[in-house]
């Protein structure tokens, strides 16, 4: 299940030509661990009884494959064929529980027996958790200070599976803060602890790695499509905040050259207004969490905070092959505003029945706007696929506040 | 500038130099210039200046703490250029010890040239190895700079060869798997690693290692220079001044203080014991 394309990176982790992005900026104490890590995830995948128990575990137990839905009552409204490919209803609710089952089972075959992660919104310390108590190894997350009151359910729930969650309030205690001081712990902590890095991002070989255990996103998508449709869809999209969702979904068409690959990036209050995180589209190129990236910073090269209403968007970084990917101008990427986002999440949820998350809403509102485009120059063949990444129930705090919910005598607006 | 005078002259005297490390703009600019002429004055044979960053992975809490409150109270890198210049002017070899975005965002190969023209004698850099570090090396080989890159006890032989051929000035040794911070006891994984560091690097490099991470008093500091060419020290320093608050006066004569045990400490080699 190991990808060969044009668009990988090099056997240090350096995508593109001259080795612009990515690569491995990291303190000498953890280069061992980053070796040893890529040669044991390197045997791994060249192993079938591996490929095998991973795939078994991801349909026995996280109900892998997802299903590829067509969305018929949007599709009605924007005039062409609108694909969700539905991660929401993965175990724990979002594609991360590919990651990490990957992740972990490879832990096990390494013979440590602790994890560590990092998390934003709670989804990857949820998927952590589980895997972790799944698999029977202890688990530590670190969870920004100000994320563990805006997602006190997450912590509730990956308490309830067992795992610790430390709060970290320093730095602007939020998911880089998280980030940082998984480091530390593992740093600390490597020769029996494993990093379980939740996104695309980072020193290699995460960025590679996680692509490659979220790669079913696209190349299932790619086979139901083309066993449906007969052919390729025209436009792929997903959200992008560190990028493995879209990195797992856009690895399945990235040598269909004619598919165009759109990222949703989190335009916050907008992108002019400074409050945002949309790394690609406002950042510069820089080195942060281990590789060089597009990023959010000052003048001084110091890393500024981000803004989003999803806290699953809400970092100053992206994944490196993501810089690589709009460098080269294969994949697009642009801003969708928090407004633009929940406006979508009402739609999706009132026109098919589906409450998804808020970072997926980013994706389904760009991609309608796509859609439409494609709707007028290709006609009501065309189709636009949308990783539906995760479900929404984690957000109904924010739809709550955002929509004036809870009140049984009050109309919505929306 | 080069630091290679200061190991010279601690050699020659039969024992280790003392390296002492402060954050630029803590507690603001003025008061970090105040603070390493003292450590100057007191003791150290080498100065380290950290360049305070928004994510520094390596650091515990004391020296998070520290370059928090420097980039809080606006600290920029061309205040730790300054600084530098201050502290060098006094003759002791000054690093600047740093993380690498602001480095690239500075421009590489400006940065070296406003570090030696500020009289500088090199960097420190804890998140780039030698084979990430390509671009300083050709900077630093430039403007004839100390390139302090660091080893760990996880560090295979291969890496340690390749990490102190590439390296200029001195080699920095993690006595510990850990981040910054003071330790009540000194780690035995120190010992092997710089016997490493000296018998895996070129044949007559005579380039000296030296060993930080967790050194706080005088009696730990002589036993690290029983074995080590120099004692790195910086959490120590740093939780003096926080420990002293708005007393800046105190802070300094503490400072003065813990500096004159260390470097008694490296004076005494292993006489005194932990």
Redesign the interface.
């Given at each position: 299940m190991t990808s060969t394309s044009r668009y990988d990176a090099d056997e240090r982790g350096y995508f593109g030509e001259g080795g612009q992005w990515g690569g491995r900026f990291m303190p000498e104490a953890l280069v061992a661990a980053l070796d040893e890590l890529t040669s044991a995830w390197t045997e791994a995948m060249a192993d079938p009884s591996f490929i095998g128990e991973f795939e078994a575990i991801l349909r026995d137990y996280a109900n892998v494959p997802s299903a590829l839905y067509e969305a018929t009552r949007l599709s009605e409204q924007v005039g062409c064929r609108v694909l969700l490919k539905r991660e929401d209803l993965n175990h724990t609710g979002a594609h991360k529980i590919r990651n990490v089952l990957g992740q972990a089972l490879l832990t096990k075959r390494m013979g440590k027996k602790r994890v560590i992660a990092e998390t934003g919104a709670g989804q990857h310390g949820v998927a952590s958790a589980t895997a972790a108590a799944y698999l029977g190894l202890d688990c530590t997350v670190y969870m920004g200070a100000v994320d563990t009151k805006r997602q006190a359910l997450n912590v509730a729930r990956m308490q309830l599976l067992g795992a610790e969650v430390v709060a970290v309030d320093t730095g602007s205690g939020t998911l880089k803060d998280a980030i940082n001081e998984a480091f530390r712990d593992w740093v600390s902590s490597v020769d029996h602890t494993a990093y379980l890095f939740g996104t695309a991002a980072g020193p290699h070989p995460f960025p590679t790695m996680v692509r490659e255990f979220c790669r079913g996103i696209g190349d299932e998508a790619r086979a139901q499509v083309l066993e449906r449709y007969g052919r390729l869809p025209d436009a792929i999209a997903a959200c992008v905040g560190g990028g493995s969702n879209a990195i797992g979904l856009f690895a399945g068409f990235l040598d269909d050259e004619e598919v165009a690959i759109w990222g949703f990036e989190p335009g916050g209050d907008g992108v002019e207004t400074g409050r945002h995180a949309a790394t690609i589209t406002a950042g510069g190129s820089g080195v942060l969490h281990g590789a060089r990236t597009y990023l959010l910073q000052d003048e001084d090269g110091q890393t500024v905070e981000s803004h989003s209403i999803s806290a699953g968007l809400d970092y100053p970084g992206v994944g490196p092959q993501h810089s690589h990917l709009a460098h080269i101008g294969r994949a697009r990427y642009a801003p969708v505003t928090d407004a633009a986002a929940m406006e979508a999440m009402a739609l999706l949820a009132r026109t098919e029945g589906i409450i998804c998350a808020i970072e997926s809403a980013h994706a389904v509102s760009g991609a309608l706007d796509v859609a439409r485009e494609l709707a007028a120059t290709k006609g009501p063949d065309a189709i636009v696929l949308i990783n539906l990444s995760g479900r929404g129930d984690k957000d109904m705090g924010t739809a709550i506040e955002w929509f004036g919910l809870g009140d049984a005598q009050k109309d919505v607006e929306a | 500038m080069s630091t290679t005078p200061a190991f010279e002259r601690a050699r020659s005297e039969g024992r280790a130099a003392l390296i002492g490390y402060l954050p630029a703009g803590f507690p603001d600019v003025p008061g970090a210039v105040d603070a390493l002429h003292v450590m100057v004055d007191a003791g150290c044979d080498v100065i380290e200046i950290g360049l305070p960053?928004?994510?520094?992975?390596?650091d515990?809490?004391t020296i998070?703490a520290a370059a928090?409150q420097a980039?809080d109270a606006g600290c920029?890198?061309t205040d730790v250029l300054r600084t530098v210049e201050a502290v060098a002017a006094t003759g002791t070899p000054t690093l600047v010890m740093t993380y690498?975005?602001?480095?690239?965002?500075?421009g590489v190969e400006r940065f070296a040239a406003d570090l030696a023209s500020a009289g500088g004698a090199g960097l420190i850099t804890?998140?780039?190895?030698p084979?990430?570090g390509e671009a300083w090396i050709a900077a630093a080989d430039a403007h004839d700079l100390d390139k302090v890159?660091?080893?760990?006890?996880?560090?295979?032989d291969e890496?340690v060869a390749m990490?102190t051929a590439a390296s200029r000035g001195f080699v920095y040794a993690?006595a510990?798997?850990?981040?910054t911070g003071a330790r009540t006891t000194t780690s035995d994984l120190a010992g092997p690693l710089v016997t490493r560091a000296r018998a895996l690097q070129p044949k007559d490099a005579h380039l000296p290692v030296g060993v930080g991470l967790g050194v706080s008093n005088g009696d730990q500091a002589a036993v690290v220079a029983a074995y080590a060419d120099g004692v790195i020290v910086g959490s120590a320093f740093v939780r003096t001044l926080l420990d002293a608050g708005t007393d800046r006066a105190a802070g300094l004569a503490a400072l003065r203080t813990l500096t004159e045990d260390l470097a008694a400490g490296v004076r005494r080699g292993d006489a005194g014991g932990a």
């Amino acid at each position: 299940m190991t990808s060969t394309s044009r668009y990988d990176a090099d056997e240090r982790g350096y995508f593109g030509e001259g080795g612009q992005w990515g690569g491995r900026f990291m303190p000498e104490a953890l280069v061992a661990a980053l070796d040893e890590l890529t040669s044991a995830w390197t045997e791994a995948m060249a192993d079938p009884s591996f490929i095998g128990e991973f795939e078994a575990i991801l349909r026995d137990y996280a109900n892998v494959p997802s299903a590829l839905y067509e969305a018929t009552r949007l599709s009605e409204q924007v005039g062409c064929r609108v694909l969700l490919k539905r991660e929401d209803l993965n175990h724990t609710g979002a594609h991360k529980i590919r990651n990490v089952l990957g992740q972990a089972l490879l832990t096990k075959r390494m013979g440590k027996k602790r994890v560590i992660a990092e998390t934003g919104a709670g989804q990857h310390g949820v998927a952590s958790a589980t895997a972790a108590a799944y698999l029977g190894l202890d688990c530590t997350v670190y969870m920004g200070a100000v994320d563990t009151k805006r997602q006190a359910l997450n912590v509730a729930r990956m308490q309830l599976l067992g795992a610790e969650v430390v709060a970290v309030d320093t730095g602007s205690g939020t998911l880089k803060d998280a980030i940082n001081e998984a480091f530390r712990d593992w740093v600390s902590s490597v020769d029996h602890t494993a990093y379980l890095f939740g996104t695309a991002a980072g020193p290699h070989p995460f960025p590679t790695m996680v692509r490659e255990f979220c790669r079913g996103i696209g190349d299932e998508a790619r086979a139901q499509v083309l066993e449906r449709y007969g052919r390729l869809p025209d436009a792929i999209a997903a959200c992008v905040g560190g990028g493995s969702n879209a990195i797992g979904l856009f690895a399945g068409f990235l040598d269909d050259e004619e598919v165009a690959i759109w990222g949703f990036e989190p335009g916050g209050d907008g992108v002019e207004t400074g409050r945002h995180a949309a790394t690609i589209t406002a950042g510069g190129s820089g080195v942060l969490h281990g590789a060089r990236t597009y990023l959010l910073q000052d003048e001084d090269g110091q890393t500024v905070e981000s803004h989003s209403i999803s806290a699953g968007l809400d970092y100053p970084g992206v994944g490196p092959q993501h810089s690589h990917l709009a460098h080269i101008g294969r994949a697009r990427y642009a801003p969708v505003t928090d407004a633009a986002a929940m406006e979508a999440m009402a739609l999706l949820a009132r026109t098919e029945g589906i409450i998804c998350a808020i970072e997926s809403a980013h994706a389904v509102s760009g991609a309608l706007d796509v859609a439409r485009e494609l709707a007028a120059t290709k006609g009501p063949d065309a189709i636009v696929l949308i990783n539906l990444s995760g479900r929404g129930d984690k957000d109904m705090g924010t739809a709550i506040e955002w929509f004036g919910l809870g009140d049984a005598q009050k109309d919505v607006e929306a | 500038m080069s630091t290679t005078p200061a190991f010279e002259r601690a050699r020659s005297e039969g024992r280790a130099a003392l390296i002492g490390y402060l954050p630029a703009g803590f507690p603001d600019v003025p008061g970090a210039v105040d603070a390493l002429h003292v450590m100057v004055d007191a003791g150290c044979d080498v100065i380290e200046i950290g360049l305070p960053y928004s994510d520094p992975v390596m650091d515990g809490p004391t020296i998070q703490a520290a370059a928090q409150q420097a980039l809080d109270a606006g600290c920029r890198t061309t205040d730790v250029l300054r600084t530098v210049e201050a502290v060098a002017a006094t003759g002791t070899p000054t690093l600047v010890m740093t993380y690498w975005n602001p480095v690239e965002r500075y421009g590489v190969e400006r940065f070296a040239a406003d570090l030696a023209s500020a009289g500088g004698a090199g960097l420190i850099t804890p998140d780039i190895t030698p084979d990430a570090g390509e671009a300083w090396i050709a900077a630093a080989d430039a403007h004839d700079l100390d390139k302090v890159f660091l080893v760990a006890p996880s560090s295979t032989d291969e890496r340690v060869a390749m990490t102190t051929a590439a390296s200029r000035g001195f080699v920095y040794a993690t006595a510990v798997m850990g981040v910054t911070g003071a330790r009540t006891t000194t780690s035995d994984l120190a010992g092997p690693l710089v016997t490493r560091a000296r018998a895996l690097q070129p044949k007559d490099a005579h380039l000296p290692v030296g060993v930080g991470l967790g050194v706080s008093n005088g009696d730990q500091a002589a036993v690290v220079a029983a074995y080590a060419d120099g004692v790195i020290v910086g959490s120590a320093f740093v939780r003096t001044l926080l420990d002293a608050g708005t007393d800046r006066a105190a802070g300094l004569a503490a400072l003065r203080t813990l500096t004159e045990d260390l470097a008694a400490g490296v004076r005494r080699g292993d006489a005194g014991g932990a």
